[in-house]
């Protein structure tokens, strides 16, 4: 017998990852990224369905990812540390318990209703960018209608089938941009508009609003109910607080707040408006300053209503326009330019 052509068999490095424990492809987690949208990439990255790695993990079938997000049973991290290697303070820092205020989680419940709220909301541009499309923390928020990185705004429905986004129950082998109910691909989605001010609302309350500074501010629990109450002081959904809203709705409502147009006619002459100019200027503090941020977004958010303010100061008089217009001017992102255009500096 000759030996001439016989396969050389030898045992490589990798034989070590063929006995061990883990399971045989490990995902890093994105930056911000939610616990269920990486428990979604890790169950397709090793070739099972969302829906089937319920079982993996010994949970019943429904919003078991979703349910994850919100408490993630001291077991259940024990398990996907020793299957995946990801250190407990990264896997710690994938839940919504972290820093974010939970006064502002959108429910985990859906009626079907067009203007109701969905739990879980993304941005079609972001997606089109990532490598892995993922879900970030900060979308499961109802003060958030727009991307911080692209301005645009966010979605919380399928545009082909408006089935809202339910990823934990995907039964077939696809990524989680894929719709659940269509299959429709969620990176395609149209972008819908977002008036420049809204966007700089959105990006002002997400600067100052961390649990952290809302726990420190005095003004913190009036501003969280002037927020919560905010589809009230719009108009058109008055019976219903900001949580229970669909992202076009919460968009409606801070736009009407926000927008200069829907504000009484100042009669000021323009001697009166450079004075008011530069007293906001004096009034107005660093975009660092979250504690004073929070007292005069409080107050403007109350004044339209006729509340009382939290505070006696020479602040009482600044609309929520012109305190978006003097944010907008000292803090760049997006739709800098236009604001500054539309309030004429
Ligand atoms: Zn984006
Ligand atoms: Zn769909």
Same mark, same amino acid.
């Given at each position: 017998?000759?030996?001439?052509?016989?396969?050389?068999?030898?045992?490589?490095?990798?034989?070590?990852?063929?006995?061990?424990?883990?399971?045989?492809?490990?995902?890093?987690?994105?930056?911000?990224?939610?616990?269920?949208?990486?428990?979604?990439?890790? $169950?397709? $990255?090793?070739?099972?369905?969302?829906?089937?790695?319920?079982?993996?993990?010994?949970?019943?079938?429904?919003?078991?990812?979703?349910?994850?997000?919100?408490?993630?049973?001291? +077991?259940?991290?024990?398990?996907?540390?020793?299957?995946?290697?990801?250190? !407990?303070?990264?896997?710690?820092? /994938?839940?919504?318990?972290?820093?974010?205020?939970?006064?502002?989680? /959108?429910?985990?419940?859906?009626?079907?209703?067009?203007?109701?709220?969905?739990?879980?909301?993304?941005? *079609?541009?972001?997606?089109?960018?990532?490598?892995?499309?993922?879900?970030?923390?900060?979308?499961?928020?109802?003060?958030?209608?727009?991307?911080?990185?692209?301005?645009? %705004?966010?979605? +919380?429905?399928?545009?082909? *089938?408006?089935?809202?986004?339910?990823?934990?129950?995907?039964?077939?082998?696809?990524?989680?941009?894929?719709?659940?109910?269509?299959?429709?691909? /969620?990176? =395609?989605?149209?972008?819908?508009?977002?008036?420049?001010?809204?966007?700089?609302? &959105?990006? *002002?309350? &997400?600067?100052?609003?961390?649990?952290?500074?809302?726990?420190?501010?005095?003004?913190?629990?009036?501003?969280?109910?002037?927020?919560?109450?905010?589809? #009230?002081?719009?108009?058109?959904?008055?019976?219903?607080?900001?949580?229970?809203?669909?992202?076009? $709705? =919460?968009?409606? *409502?801070? &736009?009407?707040?926000?927008?200069?147009?829907?504000?009484?006619?100042?009669?000021?002459?323009? +001697?009166?408006? +450079?004075?008011?100019?530069?007293?906001?200027?004096?009034?107005? !503090?660093?975009?660092?300053?979250?504690?004073?941020?929070?007292?005069?977004?409080?107050?403007?958010?109350? %004044? =339209?209503?006729?509340?009382?303010?939290?505070?006696?100061?020479?602040?009482?008089?600044?609309?929520?326009? &012109?305190?978006?217009?003097?944010?907008? %001017?000292?803090?760049?992102?997006?739709?800098?330019?236009?604001?500054?255009? /539309?309030? #004429?500096?």
């Amino acid at each position: 017998m000759t030996t001439a052509h016989a396969p050389v068999v030898s045992i490589r490095e990798r034989y070590r990852d063929a006995v061990s424990d883990r399971w045989p492809v490990t995902v890093m987690p994105q930056p911000d990224e939610l616990l269920s949208s990486w428990l979604h990439r890790l $169950a397709y $990255a090793n070739g099972v369905a969302p829906k089937a790695f319920a079982r993996v993990l010994g949970l019943n079938p429904g919003m078991w990812s979703a349910a994850l997000d919100l408490r993630l049973p001291a +077991d259940i991290a024990s398990l996907l540390r020793a299957k995946t290697g990801v250190a !407990p303070d990264q896997l710690a820092a /994938l839940t919504l318990s972290q820093d974010l205020p939970e006064q502002f989680l /959108l429910p985990l419940r859906y009626n079907g209703h067009r203007d109701r709220s969905a739990w879980l909301q993304f941005c *079609c541009r972001c997606w089109s960018e990532d490598a892995q499309p993922y879900f970030r923390r900060r979308w499961r928020l109802a003060t958030r209608v727009s991307c911080t990185q692209h301005g645009c %705004r966010l979605r +919380d429905r399928c545009p082909s *089938c408006h089935g809202c986004i339910a990823v934990f129950d995907q039964a077939e082998l696809v990524p989680q941009h894929y719709c659940v109910a269509c299959g429709y691909d /969620l990176r =395609r989605a149209p972008i819908p508009y977002l008036s420049p001010e809204t966007r700089t609302l &959105d990006r *002002c309350i &997400d600067n100052i609003c961390s649990l952290e500074a809302i726990a420190r501010a005095p003004s913190g629990p009036v501003l969280v109910r002037r927020l919560l109450g905010m589809p #009230g002081a719009g108009g058109y959904y008055s019976a219903m607080i900001l949580t229970s809203l669909s992202t076009a $709705a =919460r968009a409606y *409502c801070a &736009d009407r707040l926000s927008r200069p147009s829907e504000w009484p006619l100042d009669y000021a002459t323009d +001697d009166e408006k +450079d004075c008011k100019a530069r007293r906001l200027q004096r009034l107005i !503090p660093p975009t660092n300053d979250h504690c004073a941020w929070i007292e005069l977004l409080a107050n403007a958010l109350g %004044r =339209r209503r006729g509340r009382p303010v939290v505070s006696e100061g020479n602040e009482l008089g600044i609309k929520l326009p &012109d305190l978006l217009g003097a944010y907008a %001017r000292m803090s760049p992102g997006p739709g800098r330019r236009v604001v500054q255009e /539309l309030i #004429g500096t």
